[in-house]
């Protein structure tokens, strides 16, 4: 939903878009390559590494929405390469680390909750809390947004400052979410989505109902994930997905037939 106002296209999702990578590959190298970190810096570098990742790539995307060539394809086109180039790097690393490095990251590579400990959670909330609520705070201007950046800023919003205000706060939750359980895709696709079908397109209410209903689904997948194959666990990631790809493709076909209906 953020990056989908941001860019002004609802198929915005980051694992679309290659942001989640681009956080995931920042992530794998600070796993495998010979940094450190002691207390609670340990616990915040993780985070960094992946908010200087999806930063990176947010910046290019926000770059090639502006272009006046831009579009929804070229968008997903880019995506579809940087998920590539930085899945092959993220192999390079697999290849380079060693067993320990290389078991951590393949479980954390196919999503997954079990690295989540209370200590990495509280580090965590220091972000997202207010980050969320800076998202939240720009409701109102998203709502107006929503018109057109012409519109918008007749109506007095400086859209150039909301858009890079909301890459920010994007690029924070989307590296906080991929350096605790990795790659977890789709969820960003289908909640807002459904939301905005419920609640209606004021953001007001739908950040807020988003972020519920994200934290609800993710804790019901990651439920399933535990009990389907006990005792054994399946990454929650790959249940995500198994349940998320049909709906993108539901999704595509339902805006092609839109277009030509």
């Given at each position: 939903?953020?990056?989908?106002?941001?860019?002004?296209?609802?198929?915005?999702?980051?694992?679309?878009?290659?942001?989640?990578?681009?956080?995931?590959?920042?992530?794998?190298?600070?796993?495998?390559?010979?940094?450190?970190?002691?207390?609670?810096?340990?616990?915040?570098?993780?985070?960094?590494?992946?908010?200087?990742?999806?930063?990176?790539?947010?910046?290019?995307?926000?770059?090639?929405?502006?272009?006046?060539e831009g579009?929804?394809?070229?968008?997903?086109?880019?995506?579809?390469?940087?998920?590539?180039?930085?899945?092959?790097l993220v192999?390079?690393?697999?290849?380079?680390?060693?067993?320990?490095?290389?078991?951590?990251?393949?479980?954390?590579?196919?999503?997954?909750?079990?690295?989540?400990?209370?200590?990495?959670?509280?580090?965590?909330?220091?972000?997202?809390?207010?980050?969320?609520?800076?998202?939240?705070?720009?409701?109102?201007?998203?709502?107006?947004?929503?018109?057109?950046?012409?519109?918008?800023?007749?109506?007095?919003?400086?859209v150039q400052?909301?858009?890079?205000?909301?890459?920010?706060?994007?690029?924070?939750?989307?590296?906080?979410?991929?350096?605790?359980?990795?790659?977890?895709?789709?969820?960003?696709?289908?909640?807002?989505?459904?939301?905005?079908?419920?609640?209606?397109?004021?953001?007001?209410?739908?950040?807020?109902?988003?972020?519920?209903?994200?934290?609800?689904?993710?804790?019901?997948?990651?439920?399933?994930?535990?009990?389907?194959?006990?005792?054994?666990?399946?990454?929650?990631?790959?249940?995500?997905?198994?349940?998320?790809?049909?709906?993108?493709?539901?999704?595509?076909?339902?805006?092609?037939?839109?277009?030509?209906?």
């Amino acid at each position: 939903m953020r990056d989908a106002g941001a860019v002004s296209h609802p198929l915005a999702d980051p694992g679309l878009l290659g942001i989640s990578s681009g956080a995931a590959l920042a992530v794998a190298s600070w796993l495998v390559l010979p940094f450190s970190a002691a207390g609670l810096i340990a616990l915040y570098m993780p985070m960094l590494a992946a908010f200087i990742g999806s930063l990176a790539v947010m910046v290019v995307i926000f770059i090639l929405s502006r272009a006046e060539e831009g579009s929804l394809s070229r968008l997903l086109l880019v995506g579809i390469a940087i998920n590539a180039l930085c899945g092959a790097l993220v192999g390079v690393l697999s290849w380079l680390s060693n067993d320990a490095q290389l078991r951590q990251l393949s479980l954390w590579g196919m999503g997954s909750l079990g690295q989540a400990e209370w200590p990495t959670l509280l580090v965590a909330a220091t972000l997202i809390i207010p980050a969320a609520l800076a998202v939240w705070w720009m409701a109102s201007r998203l709502n107006l947004l929503q018109l057109g950046d012409e519109e918008a800023h007749y109506l007095g919003v400086n859209v150039q400052a909301l858009q890079r205000w909301l890459l920010l706060c994007s690029a924070v939750l989307v590296a906080v979410a991929v350096a605790i359980s990795g790659v977890i895709g789709f969820i960003g696709l289908v909640v807002p989505h459904l939301m905005r079908l419920w609640l209606g397109p004021d953001h007001r209410g739908l950040i807020p109902g988003s972020l519920l209903a994200g934290a609800i689904l993710l804790l019901l997948a990651d439920t399933l994930a535990r009990t389907v194959a006990a005792p054994a666990e399946i990454p929650v990631g790959l249940l995500t997905s198994l349940l998320g790809a049909p709906w993108f493709l539901w999704l595509v076909f339902r805006r092609e037939n839109s277009r030509h209906g």
